[in-house]
């Protein structure tokens, strides 16, 4: 069982920048899919970046390429978003998300383990 928790969020001024951690525990697998998904109230959760930990690939989605960046540090079994020119349009709950041994793209269905959540607000 993978337990995550993430932290980092909090508000932030059009063009800021903030960074999300999410501390992964309690497993034992070689390599996980993680990820960063976000939600805003009425809507579907969409994915934003994933990262293989066992290459460190990751992929993102058309709405953030070239803002944010996802990178795992493997030694703290610690997930990071680091998010740069943030707009209103970024503000939503993010969840960090993990998935044992293999990646399934962005979507939601392919992530096993979740996070409790952390706002972010631009505003």
């Known amino acids: 069982h993978v337990q995550l928790v993430e932290s980092g969020g909090g508000s932030v001024q059009a063009g800021g920048s903030l960074r999300l951690s999410c501390v992964a525990s309690g497993y034992a697998y070689s390599r996980l899919c993680m990820g960063w998904f976000r939600q805003t109230p009425g809507k579907e959760r969409e994915g934003v970046a994933l990262?293989?930990?066992?290459?460190?690939?990751?992929s993102y989605a058309d709405s953030v390429k070239g803002r944010f960046t996802i990178s795992h540090d493997n030694a703290k079994n610690t997930l990071y978003l680091q998010m740069n020119s943030l707009n209103p349009e970024d503000t939503a709950m993010y969840y960090c998300?993990?998935?044992?041994?293999?990646?399934?793209?962005?979507?939601?269905?392919?992530?096993?383990?979740w996070g409790q959540g952390t706002q972010v607000t631009v505003s």
């Open positions: 998300a993990a998935n044992p041994l293999v990646c399934r793209g962005l979507s939601p269905r392919g992530y096993v383990y």
């Open positions: 990262i293989y930990t066992g290459t460190g690939i990751a």
